[in-house]
Each structure stands twice: as C-alpha cells, then as structure tokens.
C-alpha cells in the first residue's frame, strides 16, 4: 500500500511543479508585455456595452456591403489561382526525388522558407505601400502567401509518390518531362487540387483581415464601422462575413472529400 501512495504523491508534486511554472511563465510573461488583467477585467462592462449595441443589427446596410464581400471573393480566387499557378513548376523544382540536385532544390526551399515566415498582414500593409491603397495590394499579397503555403504541401506529396513508375520511365529512356507528367502528375494532381482549395478557405478569411488596412475588399467597411463606432453595421459585416466563409468551407469540404 505504500509503495503505491508514494508514486501517486509524486505525480502530484510533479504536476504542482508544473502548474507553479507555467503561473509564473505567464506572470512574468504578462509583466513583460504590459498586460494588465485587473484592467482587462475591469472594463468587461464595456464589451457588454458593445456586444448590446452588435445584438441590434442595421439590416438596411446590408445592400452596402454586397459588391464589397464580391470583391473580396474575387480577391481571393485570383490571388489563390496566380499563387497555385506558380507553386506548380516551382515545388517540382523543390521535391528532391524530382530535383536530384540537392544544391538547386536547397535554394528554392531557402526561398521558400523565407516567404512562409512573412506574415499576410505584413506583406499587405508592403504591397500597399508599393502599389496604393486598393485590391490589387490584396490580390498580390493573398498570391504571394499561396505560393508559399501550396508550393510546400506540394513538393512534401510529391516526395511521397510511388517511386516505380518514375524508375521505368527514365529505364526506358524518358526525359525528366515525361516522368512529370506520367509518372508525377498523375499521383499527385488530386492532392494538389486538394491544397488548391484548402488555400482557397484560408485566403477568403484572410483577404476580409487584409481589407483592414487598405488591400480592398470588405474590410475596408469593417475598419470603417468601427472607427465610426457603428457596432451595428459592424454586426452585420461580421454576420455577412461569417456566413459567406461557412457557405464556401461547406463546398469546398464536399470537393476535397471527392477529390481525395
């Protein structure tokens, strides 16, 4: 009997231990970042004020906001098909089965890399510095993170596909064409289809941030609202936005799980 309370009681000591260290972590944590929580906890009424204010919808403001969510849509197709486009050559460049040339493939992972590190935000707030306030900042960014996001999930697929094929081509004197399109792309092309429209779910969330800060689209109106302190108009982007994003992840959910 005591030989077993002894190991119970020190696993409770050890997850004490544990607990002790991650209050402290985030004590520490929020001192150093400036988080005040009695603040944050204090001011809950004011949420309330606005969740009341959010509660009653402006349903007139509805015809507003039909060409801005279009526009974001369209924002997120172009930029997802310009970034799949280019994923394509560039992740069988990438796949090292495909790219034997380790020091080839290297650099285009290193780039690769480089591109997945910078957040969508970010790269939108640059592309409209570049080329102005407007859709095009946003098609560009949203086009630039789906060539990162793709090309990686792509050349990791191509890298698993079945190496038979591809020895039977290159035996039979194929050239490295031939093997990617009979031997590569038949294996993967559902996959990438696949990612296609995985991307294509993140992009139209994405592209509705992106708006935000001038990259077109419909949060250009939600940054609007807010600063205007219209919470009911707010309300009606958020419902518009929420519903727009549930119709297209339902759609693109059903043709994933056909494609794969």
Same mark, same amino acid.
């Given at each position: ?7 119970? %009681?020190s696993g409770?000591?050890k997850?004490v231990l544990?607990?002790a260290i !991650?209050?402290?972590? *985030? ?7 400036g ?7 204090? /001011? ?6 606005i *969740?009341?204010?959010?509660?009653r ?12 969510? *279009? ?5 997120a ?6 970034g799949a486009i280019?994923?394509?050559?560039f992740?069988?460049l990438?796949a090292?089965?495909?790219m034997? /040339?380790?020091? =080839?493939s ?7 890399? =480089?591109?997945r590190?910078i ?5 939108a707030?640059? !592309?409209?510095?570049?080329?102005g306030?407007?859709p095009?900042?946003?098609v560009i960014s949203?086009s630039?993170?789906?060539f990162?996001m ?7 697929s191509?890298?698993? =596909? ?5 020895e039977? =081509?290159t ?7 031939d ?5 590569v792309m038949p294996q993967?092309m ?5 990612? *296609?429209l #995985? ?6 969330r994405?592209?509705?941030?992106l708006? #935000?800060?001038?990259?077109g689209g ?5 940054? %609007?609202?807010?600063s205007?302190? %219209? ?11 929420f519903?727009v994003v ?7 959910? %059903?043709l994933r799980?056909?494609l794969?």
């Open positions: 009997m005591t030989t077993q309370t002894l190991p119970k %009681r409770l000591w997850n544990w607990l !991650f209050v402290i972590v *985030l004590y520490v944590s929020g001192s150093i970042s988080v005040d929580m009695p603040s944050f906890f204090g /001011n809950m009424g004011q949420m309330n004020v *969740l009341k204010k959010m509660a919808p402006d349903w007139a403001y509805v015809p507003i906001i039909v060409e801005p969510i *279009l526009q974001t849509i369209q924002m197709i172009v930029g997802t098909t310009f280019v994923a394509l050559p992740s069988l990438a090292r089965n495909i034997t /040339n380790t020091l =080839i290297g650099v285009f992972r290193f780039v690769l890399n =480089i591109i590190t957040p969508d935000l970010m790269m707030a640059l !592309f409209v510095a570049v080329v306030i407007g095009v900042a946003g949203i630039v993170f789906s990162g793709i090309t990686k999930l792509f050349y990791e191509i890298e698993t =596909i079945d190496e038979g094929p591809i039977a =081509i035996a039979s004197g194929g050239s490295k064409f093997i990617i399109r009979y031997a993967v559902s996959h990438f289809l696949s990612y *296609l #995985y991307a294509f779910e993140i992009n139209i994405a592209s509705t941030i708006g #935000y800060i001038g990259a419909i949060g250009v109106f939600l940054q %609007r609202s807010l205007q302190f %219209r919470y009911d108009q707010t309300s009606v982007i958020v419902l518009v936005i519903a549930l119709v297209i992840d339902t759609i693109s959910n %059903r799980e056909r794969l």
